[in-house]
Nanobody
Framework: QVRLVESGGGEVQPGGSLRLSCAPS????????MAWYRQPPGKQRDFVAS???????NYADSVQGRFSISRNNHKKTTYLQMNSLKPEDTAVYYC?????????WGQGTQVTVSS
């Protein structure tokens, strides 16, 4: 059974950095597009960033220039480097991965930005 394993969340002060990672387990297939979403308390889940197999990247305007998404195809892992974090970045961050035409979601990892 395929599941996504996320790690790297935590609490950090404004201006700090965190790196999230996500990889599928239980599959031999290589992932397609890999993406990150986030859901702040009491709000809807929103797109953060995505990276295609060919390396094409998209970012939400709110994180452009501060966050960086990457992937290691050998490790089947995607990373989200988050710099210059702000209190409004506080949310549960979810990984989404396409595998053979099916979307899989991670369990979510909490990121809290607070002084």
């Amino acid at each position: 059974q395929v599941r996504l394993v996320e790690s790297g969340g935590g609490e950090v002060q404004p201006g700090g950095s965190l790196r999230l990672s996500c990889a599928p387990s239980g599959t031999i297939f290589s992932p397609g597009t890999m993406a990150w979403y986030r859901q702040p308390p009491g709000k809807q889940r929103d797109f953060v960033a995505s990276i295609a197999v060919n390396g094409h990247i998209n970012y939400a305007d709110s994180v452009q220039g501060r966050f960086s998404i990457s992937r290691n195809n050998h490790k089947k892992t995607t990373y989200l480097q988050m710099n210059s974090l702000k209190p409004e970045d506080t949310a549960v961050y979810y990984c989404r991965v396409q595998l053979r035409g099916t979307d899989y979601w991670g369990q979510g990892t909490q990121v809290t930005v607070s002084s």
